[in-house]
Structures are given as structure tokens and as C-alpha cells.
């Protein structure tokens, strides 16, 4: 019986079309089901949370609002941040949502501050939500797994706090998409990424590596101009707190004023363990450069554009200090680069069961990670890359010599 199960296990059969939508919508109705349980309690319709909790997007409305008020320096002001939205929650008890993305995306924030809160929340949700589903549609074009992705945790974790996670998975998904046949819009997306720059470290090893010209510059210029764009209208005093702000920024990660729990990377793994901070940051600072050798070495090697899109996120992933359960979405984008590659070119043993138990990880990995001081989350970006350095290195050997390899449809999405 064990030995059927491992079988079973090893080589995914189990995992069915008919298996994987059944799941899917099981889930989609499980966290549909918890959505409106909470925006029941929340709104008090019933059971009311007390003391009251709010969403992270809390946060960006307050920057919002003060920039439309002509005061958009003080979203860095931890006093005057918490004061404006325990204003617009309306009750002083209300816990404090800090705000340390850089100016660039406050301008998008004053723009969803013209409507009312709640009103705001769900247009945000819903554009970038229907932004992430374009870009997975046209990545995997098949239901199944549009279906499948859409149960993925971290989308029902990105609505439940109003976080910004669509609208980063969207760029970067949507960067790669574009970038064989659109180089320059391709880039103007990945400029865009300036408003989370931490999510920026691989991209230009993977442009450069990759020689992708047109990109780099139309990626220079969108960043370029939405920093103009960003000093004009908020002016340059804002951009001064918020560096100002960056080592107190700095330290709530890495003190635990947010839980080390709630960080989904090897530096939040570390600490979560006990591990002092040099430590944390040695661990991250050798998985970066480990990201970074493979990213330009594939790059520049230049597989098909699913094998490197591939391996750009998955590195991405893993060398981000600071990524929480909602920034997993981009776990998404790359099952969705690695599906139809693996169907392609043939899935590796275990592969499929790895997959499916991305999906417990994501949900679970925080909860478990709070009661057992044992962190999972490494285990789904460490895996990611793994397998995207199988799927790479198999694509490669298969190309006797350079000269093929540059002939190969790496221009093709799948």
C-alpha cells in the first residue's frame, strides 16, 4: 500500500484535470465563504471584531488622503500616519498601518482617495484582481488552470487585507508577456515596479544577461518618469521623509514589530527560529547571490521565454528579505510559466505533488509558522527555483551547441 502511495506521489497521476478543477472550486467556495465572514464581522454585521482591525489598504488611503490635503510627507510620520486613519476608520482603537512604499505609488494613492473607503477598496480589488486574471489567461490559455490560480491563497489573502499583490503580479507578469514582441512596453511595465523596488533586484541581472536594450531603456525611462511625475505633484520634501523613514522602516521588519511569522523569506525563516539578524542577513544575502548567478547565467544562455520567465520569478521570490503571505501571489505567475512548460517538455518525479502542496503552504505556512516557530514558506521559493533550474538546465542540454539553442521558439509564450 506505501509503495502504491509513493508511486502515486512520485509520478502525479493522481492529480487530474477533473481532480484540479474539483479542488479549485472547493476552495474558491471555502474562501469566498471566510471573505464575507469577515467583512460581515468587520462591517458588524454579526460577531463584531473587538477590538476593531481594518485592512493594510487602511494604509493606503491614508497616504492618499494626505496627499490630496497638500501635506504628503507626513505619510512618514508614524504619529501623524496612525492619527489620519484612525480619522477615517472612525475609532481611535483602530490598529496602525504603516506606509513605506516610496512616493512613486502615493500618486496612485491619491487617486483612490477621491472616492469613499469602501468604494475605493473595491475598485482597487477589482481592476488589478481583473489585471491578474488577463495576464494568467494569456500566460497558461486554459480554464482548468486560470481556475486553479485563482484558488491560489494568496489571492484570497491579497483581498482580505487590500494589498497591492494583483497589481505587482499584473507588471511583472504582464512585463514578461510582452517582452519578445513589445520590448518597449514590455519595459514601461517593469519600470512601473519602482512602487515595490524590492521586487526590482533580478530584473535588470535578467535584462542585462539577457540583452534585452530596448527594455532597459524603456524600464530606465517609466521609472525616470514616474519619479518626475512623483516630485512635481508631491514634491521633493516627501521623497526626503520617505528616505528619511527607510532605516525606521528597516527596523520594523527586522526587530519583529512585524511578526517574524508573517515573513515568507529565509531571512524571516532565521529570525522566526531564533537566528539573530547578522545571521538572517547572511542566510538571504547567499540566497540572493545564489538567484543572481542563476538568473544571468540562464538569461544569458537564453532558453524559451517560458524556461527564463521562470527562473526570473522564482529568484525573485527567494531573494526578497522582506515578503509576506499576500507577495506569494507571485508563486502564482511562475505555476503559471512551469504548467504548460512541464507538459511540454515532460514534468520531473514528485513535480506535480510539489505543486499541490504549494497551495496548504501558502494558506497555512504563517498560522503554522505562529504556533510552531517552525517556518514552511522557504520550502515552496526554494522548490520554485529548483524546479526552475531542472526545467532550465534540461531545456539547454537539449541544444547541442549555442548556435541551435539561439534557433529555438524562445519567443513563443506557451
Not at 541581472?205 to 527594455?215: D, Q, Y
Not at 549555442?402 to 524562445?410: E, H, I, V, W
Amino acid at each position: 500500500m506505501f509503495r502504491i502511495l509513493r508511486t502515486e506521489l512520485r509520478d502525479g497521476a493522481w492529480l487530474t484535470r477533473d481532480r484540479v478543477r474539483a479542488y479549485a472550486v472547493i476552495v474558491l467556495g471555502a474562501e469566498l465563504l471566510a471573505l464575507l465572514t469577515v467583512a460581515g464581522r468587520t462591517y458588524q454585521f454579526f460577531l463584531p471584531i473587538d477590538p476593531p482591525t481594518s485592512l493594510d489598504y487602511l494604509s493606503f488611503y491614508a497616504a492618499g488622503t494626505l496627499a490630496d490635503r497638500g501635506t504628503p510627507a507626513l505619510v512618514y510620520d508614524e504619529t501623524r500616519q496612525k492619527a489620519i486613519e484612525q480619522r477615517i476608520y472612525g475609532d481611535p482603537r483602530v490598529p496602525y498601518y504603516g506606509f513605506y512604499y516610496p512616493p512613486v505609488f502615493q500618486l496612485l494613492c491619491a487617486v483612490l482617495a477621491a472616492f469613499p473607503f469602501t468604494l475605493s477598496y473595491l475598485l482597487f480589488m477589482l481592476t488589478s484582481g481583473a489585471a491578474y486574471v488577463v495576464v494568467i489567461y494569456r500566460t497558461v490559455r486554459d480554464s482548468t488552470l486560470v481556475l486553479a490560480l485563482l484558488s491560489f491563497p494568496a489571492v484570497f489573502l491579497n483581498i482580505l487585507v487590500g494589498q497591492n499583490s494583483f497589481l505587482t503580479t499584473a507588471l511583472f507578469g504582464g512585463a514578461l508577456l510582452l517582452l519578445e514582441r513589445h520590448p518597449i512596453l514590455s519595459g514601461l511595465l517593469f519600470g512601473a515596479l519602482c512602487y515595490k523596488p524590492h521586487f526590482l533586484v533580478m530584473i535588470p541581472i535578467a535584462l542585462l544577461a539577457g540583452r534585452h536594450w530596448l527594455t532597459i531603456f524603456a524600464a530606465a525611462a517609466s521609472a525616470a518618469a514616474l519619479f518626475g511625475l512623483s516630485v512635481v505633484f508631491l514634491g521633493w520634501q516627501t521623497w526626503q521623509a520617505f528616505l528619511a523613514n527607510a532605516l525606521l522602516a528597516q527596523s520594523v521588519f527586522e526587530s519583529g514589530r512585524v511578526r517574524f511569522w508573517q515573513l515568507m523569506s529565509l531571512f524571516g525563516a532565521v529570525r522566526l527560529m531564533g537566528g539573530e539578524p547578522t545571521l538572517a542577513y547572511l542566510i538571504q544575502a547567499v540566497a540572493i547571490a545564489a538567484a543572481a548567478i542563476l538568473t544571468a547565467w540562464v538569461w544569458y544562455q537564453r532558453p524559451s521565454l517560458p524556461a527564463r520567465a521562470l527562473v526570473l520569478i522564482a529568484a525573485t521570490l527567494i531573494s526578497v528579505p522582506v515578503i509576506l503571505s499576500y507577495d506569494l501571489l507571485l508563486g502564482a505567475l511562475a505555476i503559471a510559466w512551469l504548467v504548460p512548460h512541464a507538459r511540454a517538455h515532460g514534468y520531473f518525479p514528485w513535480e506535480k505533488t510539489i505543486l499541490f502542496a504549494m497551495w496548504p503552504i501558502a494558506l497555512f505556512g504563517w498560522a503554522f509558522g505562529e504556533q510552531t516557530h517552525i517556518p514552511t514558506a522557504p520550502l515552496m521559493t526554494v522548490a520554485l527555483l529548483t524546479l526552475a533550474f531542472l526545467h532550465a538546465r534540461r531545456e539547454l542540454a537539449s541544444f547541442p551547441n549555442k548556435f541551435d539553442r539561439n534557433l529555438s521558439p524562445a519567443s513563443s509564450p506557451p
